[in-house]
Each structure stands twice: as C-alpha cells, then as structure tokens.
C-alpha cells in the first residue's frame, strides 16, 4: 500500500467570479499554512494539476499555494471563450486573489501562465514576493506553439486541434509526446485561437522582457537545456535574474524533470525568505 507523510489537508473547490460582462467558473486546489502562499499560473495545454505534487514535497512543508484550471482549461469554462485574452487572464487572476485574500504571494507561472505573470505583476508590483517565470513567453522567440495559428490556418478548430497535435507529437523535444496526447483531453477548442492570437500580440508588442528585467523583486527564468540557446539569457543575467536550466527538458520541465523543477523552486524561495528575514532584522 503507498504511503505518503501526515501532510497538510488540499481543498479542492469551485468558485464563480464575473468580470467584463463574463461569468467565469474556476476548479481551484489550494492549502492553508504559516509560509507566504505561492501563487501558479499554468501554461496552455496544461491544468492546475501540473503543480498539484508541492502537495507531496516535504520543501514546502508548511507553505500555503493555489492554482487553478484557466477558462477552457481542465475544469474551468466561462460564459463566453471568444473574449478569452491576455489581459483577461491577469484580470481573472487578480479576482482569485481578492476572492481568497491573498495580498502578498510567491508568483510562478508557466508558457502562457508566464506571460499572464507578468502582466499580473505589472498591476500589483508591490504584492509580488518573487516571481519564478518557467519558459514563460518574453519575446517573439517564444512563441513556437501559439504562432501556428497563423503559420497553420484554419477555420475549423477541430482540424486545427488534430494538426497541432500530429506536429507537436513528432517534434523531437522532451515532453511534447506527452504534452500532445493529453491536449484534447485538456482544452475545449473554442479557446485555442483567441488564446493564440493574444499570445503572439503580447509577445510581439507587449514588451514583456523589459517589464520582467525592471521588477524589483527577486526573480528566476527557468527553462529546460533544449532552450539554452534563447536569445535573451544573457540579457537576463545581466538584468539580475536568476536562471535555472533545468537537465533532460525542453518546455514543459514540470513533465521531464519534476524533481530539479521542485528543488529549484524550493532553493529559491528558501533563499529569498532567508534574505528577506535578514533585512527585516535589520531595520530599525
């Protein structure tokens, strides 16, 4: 029989929220603890099941989190997909915070959870302990799978579905396999083209690698050794980010490589707790 530690109860719950005219209902799994709460933003394609095994971890014994599906995601729908954005994931985002009164949190976002990031810490600056950025999208380099809705047109969102999973499946990247054969399962087609084409708007005219160079809080780019080569790495060293490669991954670390995904996180956020404790001690 499989045994796990006495760990901290997970609360799986549903939640409605309204904004901009759309009712949005969202799956969300959170726990309760003394730690600062880290707050997850999943990528396309994914759910808040990528990150449900903190749970599990015993590095972060103690510490609060919560993710939840995006709308079309998972278990999550809203009233209208069409309107799905950028913007109105950050938006939606900043209702989950306020609904659960949560007014200082550890920001980790993934590929288009990333991008939501730093458009939610763009808003709230001062509410943002760290940010751990994982592949998240920073320029028109990143966007490999939300572009082919314009290299690969269609207007049949079934179609597009089957394409994009036929080539994401025979690219030879760690995951995508994976990644691919779980797509249908997880995404209601409606969503994918106004995902998409917010995406690659974001991306290209956004200025999201500015933004995320000029917070003040601590932050990490983590991205798997496939994409070692990005064109900005340097520039993100040179801004003071911390980058974690994380071995034998490509774009979804969280599949390939869970354990260093989870130790890294782990060490920064003990790291950037460590420091904040010695300023606070510090002052007058």
Known sequence: MAQTPNLQPVIWQTIEIF??????TLSVIRREGPLPPIFFLHGFGGTKEDYVDIALNPLFAGRSFLAYDAPGSGESTMSDMSKLSMPLLASIAEKVLEY???THYHLVGHSMG????????QRQPSSVLSFINIKGNLAPEDCFLSRQILHFPSDDPEMFVQEFIKRTRTSLLYSNGLYAAS???KVQPAVIRPTFESMVDC????NLLEAFESFKFPKMYMFGEQYSSLSYLPRLVNAGVELAEIAHSGHFVMYSN????WERIGQFL??????KGRDISKSP
């Open 183 to 185: 797509f249908r399962a």
């Open 100 to 102: 659960f009164n949560i």
């Open 203 to 206: 991306t290209d005219n956004g």
């Open 19 to 24: 904004i901009d005219g759309v009712s949005v």
């Open 258 to 261: 869970p354990v260093a995904m």
């Open 270 to 275: 003990g790291r950037v707790e460590y420091w």
């Open 114 to 121: 990333g991008l939501a990031s730093n458009l939610l810490a």
